[in-house]
T-cell receptor, first 113, second 112 residues
Framework: GENVEQHPSTLSVQEGDSAVIKCTYSDSASNYFPWYKQELGKRPQLIIDIRSNVGEKKDQRIAVTLNKTAKHFSLHITETQPEDSAVYFCAAGKNTGFQKLVFGTGTRLLVSP | DVKVTQSSRYLVKRTGEKVFLECVQDMDHENMFWYRQDPGLGLRLIYFSYDVKMKEKGDIPEGYSVSREKKERFSLILESASTNQTSMYLC???????????FGQGTRLTVV
């Protein structure tokens, strides 16, 4: 089955710096790669996703890149702010008639003022 | 506004008890999921359902079962609770195909 590895497990940056979180996946048939943000005590929420026919996607300060050949994808956050502090999860999925997402182990991002 | 609601925020149960965790969604989603969240292990899929009365095992189904009698409701059952099932349980739902999953607020279960 699919296996998703996520690094680093924790990341501390200064406000204004960039942050990069990386994930690798094992199943070459996976074609959907969402990122979820979970603030302390709250539910995970989708922040951005990318599908295998696209190499990069941006939404304001966040971007995701996908390298299907190498089977890895990354989340980039620019101009980080304290409210970006949260746990971020990557996931990989494929449409086998029904959706099944496999999540990474999460990255705790801390943005210091 | 999208809503996935879990019946309890916190539960404390005794070892050996049968435990029911309920999840209701109001978005007419076909897919529903139960995940377990543990520190350092991320979100691990226990079971999912893609239609009423249909269910599929996830990555860690041992010790759990599920029920989906109505489209909007997905129940997770711990047949005989054990201390290693102490965890945060998250329900989620999504529309058919590869789409955003909407999560419930979570149930923190403690088995003593």
């Amino acid at each position: 089955g699919e296996n998703v590895e996520q690094h680093p497990s924790t990341l501390s940056v200064q406000e204004g710096d960039s942050a990069v979180i990386k994930c690798t996946y094992s199943d070459s048939a996976s074609n959907y790669f969402p990122w979820y943000k979970q603030e302390l005590g709250k539910r995970p929420q989708l922040i951005i996703d990318i599908r295998s026919n696209v190499g990069e996607k941006k939404d304001q300060r966040i971007a995701v890149t996908l390298n299907k050949t190498a089977k890895h994808f990354s989340l980039h956050i620019t101009e980080t702010q304290p409210e970006d502090s949260a746990v971020y999860f990557c996931a990989a999925g494929k449409n086998t008639g029904f959706q099944k997402l496999v999540f990474g182990t999460g990255t705790r991002l801390l943005v210091s003022p | 506004d999208v809503k996935v609601t879990q019946s309890s925020r916190y539960l404390v149960k005794r070892t050996g008890e049968k435990v029911f965790l309920e999840c209701v969604q109001d978005m007419d989603h076909e897919n529903m999921f139960w995940y377990r969240q543990d520190p350092g292990l991320g979100l691990r899929l226990i079971y999912f359902s893609y239609d009423v009365k249909m269910k599929e095992k996830g990555d860690i189904p041992e010790g759990y079962s599920v029920s989906r009698e109505k489209k909007e409701r997905f129940s997770l059952i711990l047949e005989s609770a054990s201390t290693n099932q102490t965890s945060m349980y998250l329900c989620a739902s999504s529309s058919r195909g590869l789409a955003e999953a909407f999560f419930g607020q979570g149930t923190r279960l403690t088995v003593v």
